[in-house]
T-cell receptor
Framework: TQLLEQSPQFLSIQEGENLTVYCNSS?????LQWYRQEPGEGPVLLVT?????EVKKLKRLTFQFGDARKDSSLHITAAQPGDTGLYLC????????????FGTGTLLAVQP | GAVVSQHPSRVICKSGTSVKIECRSL??????MFWYRQFPKKSLMLMAT?????????EQGVEKDKFLINHASLTLSTLTVTSAHPEDSSFYIC???????????FGPGTRLTVT
């Protein structure tokens, strides 16, 4: 089973600051997903990246897939309190496995 | 998007009792559903994969006699925590995969507190 390490584990920043969250694995991903989870709710899919080097933007969020498809990053510009939540990268099902496995998670708190 | 519901959203039970949590796909059929467990401020840990009409597949370290899973229809899977103890207190989240694809849709979770 692929292990997905995220860093940092916790991040507390002020509104308006920028931040980057990282997701790393020792194995190659066929594709990778990013989710956000708010307290007391299920995770919500933000994006799926498939091609090495791919960059996707979702408003103030920029997702990058490493060229070797072993890592990914999520960059948030001008963070807002509404961005607060648990950010999870995930190895989606496909290929040899039927399971979606989550990374270790990054808990983000954006202070107003 | 597809909707997955869970019931109950919160449950408090006494130690030694059993609790059943339901997971329903509301507008699609799901041959496969998944059950996850989450501790505070931690990631989701896959417990088991539930396949309609067959036995669930449990992840290593998850007691199948403790966490009974039934997937009797294409829209319903249930997780029963048997003889619950305080250490079973957690947030349980299910997800359902559309029979036609790989996308997984997550339920809102069930907060279980065992006193």
């Amino acid at each position: 089973t692929q292990l997905l390490e995220q860093s940092p584990q916790f991040l507390s920043i002020q509104e308006g600051e920028n931040l980057t969250v990282y997701c790393n694995s020792s194995s190659v991903f066929s594709s990778l997903q990013w989710y956000r989870q708010e307290p007391g709710e299920g995770p919500v899919l933000l994006v799926t990246v498939v091609t090495g080097g791919e960059v996707k933007k979702l408003k103030r969020l920029t997702f990058q897939f490493g060229d070797a498809r072993k890592d990914s990053s999520l960059h948030i510009t001008a963070a807002q309190p509404g961005d607060t939540g648990l950010y999870l990268c995930a190895d989606p099902p496909g290929g040899a496995t039927n399971k979606l496995i989550f990374g270790t998670g990054t808990l983000l708190a954006v202070q107003p | 998007g597809a909707v997955v519901s869970q019931h109950p959203s919160r449950v408090i039970c006494k130690s030694g009792t059993s609790v059943k949590i339901e997971c329903r796909s509301l507008d699609f059929q799901a041959t496969t559903m998944f059950w996850y467990r989450q501790f505070p401020k931690k990631s989701l840990m896959l417990m088991a994969t539930s396949n309609e009409g067959s036995k669930a597949t449990y992840e290593q370290g998850v007691e199948k006699d403790k966490f009974l899973i039934n997937h009797a229809s294409l829209t319903l899977s249930t997780l029963t925590v048997t003889s619950a103890h305080p250490e079973d207190s957690s947030f349980y989240i299910c997800s359902a995969r559309d029979s036609g694809g790989y996308e997984q849709y997550f339920g809102p979770g069930t907060r279980l507190t065992v006193t």
